[in-house]
């Protein structure tokens, strides 16, 4: 049983920013997301994008805002359960929660934040009829373990940032890569691109543009897959793996029978005072959410963040009173004994 002050749901952008808001009111944080590594739709979907909205940065890449986040939050020592999707949720007679996820991990907290974003992100699957049956004997969605394509054959299929950035760093590890599009144009960061192309140059990248992968072949695990390409007759190209990434689909997933109100697929709360939900201790913050006037961007996220986390700390601490110090005074003190502070004014006489 992990046990902490805070459970959030959802490692993206406003997930990460309220452990280092409960970190100033000294409350411990956990993070549950589907998704293999920190960062949401930031890490996933459009890392190499850039993010004009963010407040002291004119511009900033979205997985550099991600990495920039880990950095602010290190010192407060937060916990991750990565790659497991929070399933079920039980109120405790005390007040707490547990949440178990899909993998049967358990979490126990008082408060609740989902910061899920637009919900837990599902694969976007080709339509190749028996695809569902070679998942995880050789078809993955998302590449989790690069370690598992050592010395392997890999197929790559999509045109998107994704595809051509794990298709660029499985070269040094594959024993060959196949990139595979429908289309001859990739809508990717234009260094990738480049890349690509400079890989296939040099004969490290088997492209094959414009086609698709219409069938799976193997019986225990991937074999081959059939690949057509445009006014060609279909051919099988052998491989051990097989990799669509074609993006993600949010879905509110679990969470939707939880009990809570929902409008629209996102969650309602209460926006006039702390993000809370219909069900006292949990939380919603974020793109997850919604009330009047919402805004579905990262800095509002950040914004109802730490609103937030002012009721845990009332929730959690309710016999206690926080003084709230701007960090500039009081400084950045971290649990793992690290602190930030500013210059001492030095006290002397001019003569």
């Given at each position: 049983?992990?046990?902490?002050?805070i459970?959030?749901?959802?490692?993206?952008p406003?997930?990460?920013?309220?452990?280092?808001?409960?970190?100033?009111?000294?409350?411990?944080?956990?993070?549950i997301?589907?998704?293999?590594?920190p960062?949401?739709?930031?890490?996933?979907?459009?890392?190499?994008?850039?993010?004009?909205?963010?407040?002291?940065?004119?511009?900033?890449?979205?997985?550099?805002?991600?990495?920039?986040?880990?950095?602010?939050?290190?010192?407060?020592?937060?916990?991750f359960?990565?790659?497991?999707?929070?399933?079920?949720?039980?109120?405790?007679?005390?007040?707490?929660?547990?949440?178990?996820t899909?993998?049967?991990?358990?979490?126990?907290a008082p408060?609740?934040?989902?910061?899920?974003g637009?919900?837990?992100?599902?694969?976007?699957?080709?339509?190749?009829?028996?695809?569902?049956?070679?998942?995880?004997?050789?078809?993955?969605?998302?590449?989790?373990?690069?370690?598992?394509?050592?010395?392997?054959?890999?197929?790559?299929?999509?045109?998107?940032?994704?595809?051509?950035?794990?298709?660029?760093?499985?070269?040094d590890?594959?024993?060959?890569?196949?990139?595979?599009?429908?289309?001859?144009?990739?809508?990717?960061?234009?260094?990738?691109?480049?890349?690509?192309?400079?890989?296939?140059?040099?004969?490290?990248?088997?492209?094959?543009?414009?086609?698709?992968?219409?069938?799976?072949?193997?019986?225990?695990?991937?074999?081959?897959?059939?690949?057509?390409?445009?006014?060609n007759?279909?051919?099988?190209?052998?491989?051990?793996?097989?990799?669509?990434?074609?993006?993600?689909?949010?879905?509110?997933?679990?969470?939707?029978?939880?009990?809570?109100?929902?409008?629209?697929?996102?969650?309602?709360?209460?926006?006039a005072?702390?993000?809370?939900?219909?069900?006292?201790?949990?939380?919603?913050?974020?793109?997850?959410?919604?009330?009047?006037?919402?805004?579905?961007?990262?800095?509002?996220?950040?914004?109802?963040?730490?609103?937030?986390?002012?009721?845990?700390?009332?929730?959690?601490?309710?016999?206690?009173?926080?003084?709230?110090?701007?960090?500039?005074?009081?400084?950045?003190?971290?649990?793992?004994?690290?602190?930030?502070?500013?210059?001492?004014?030095?006290?002397?006489?001019?003569?």
């Amino acid at each position: 049983m992990i046990q902490t002050d805070i459970l959030i749901i959802g490692a993206g952008p406003t997930g990460l920013f309220t452990v280092f808001e409960a970190g100033l009111l000294k409350l411990r944080c956990h993070l549950i997301d589907a998704l293999p590594q920190p960062g949401g739709q930031c890490s996933e979907i459009y890392p190499k994008k850039p993010i004009y909205d963010i407040p002291a940065y004119p511009e900033i890449l979205a997985g550099d805002l991600t990495n920039k986040l880990l950095e602010q939050i290190k010192q407060f020592e937060p916990g991750f359960t990565l790659g497991e999707r929070a399933d079920s949720i039980e109120r405790q007679d005390d007040g707490t929660f547990i949440i178990t996820t899909n993998k049967g991990t358990k979490h126990k907290a008082p408060v609740v934040a989902i910061a899920g974003g637009l919900g837990s992100f599902e694969p976007r699957k080709p339509l190749i009829e028996n695809i569902a049956k070679f998942e995880d004997k050789g078809v993955e969605y998302m590449i989790k373990e690069p370690e598992l394509y050592r010395d392997k054959d890999v197929v790559i299929a999509g045109g998107g940032d994704s595809a051509l950035d794990w298709s660029i760093f499985l070269t040094d590890i594959a024993k060959s890569v196949t990139l595979i599009h429908r289309r001859n144009e990739f809508r990717g960061a234009l260094d990738s691109v480049e890349k690509v192309q400079e890989l296939k140059n040099l004969g490290k990248i088997h492209l094959i543009t414009p086609a698709e992968v219409k069938g799976i072949l193997g019986n225990d695990h991937v074999t081959g897959v059939v690949v057509e390409e445009k006014d060609n007759e279909p051919y099988i190209l052998d491989t051990d793996h097989f990799i669509p990434l074609f993006g993600l689909a949010p879905k509110l997933g679990p969470i939707a029978n939880w009990g809570l109100e929902i409008e629209k697929n996102a969650i309602k709360v209460n926006n006039a005072l702390d993000y809370q939900t219909n069900i006292p201790g949990i939380y919603a913050i974020g793109d997850v959410n919604t009330y009047p006037g919402k805004l579905k961007l990262i800095l509002c996220g950040f914004h109802e963040a730490t609103l937030m986390c002012q009721s845990a700390y009332q929730r959690i601490h309710p016999d206690k009173k926080y003084v709230m110090k701007y960090t500039t005074v009081g400084g950045v003190e971290g649990f793992d004994g690290t602190k930030k502070e500013a210059p001492k004014a030095v006290v002397k006489a001019i003569e």
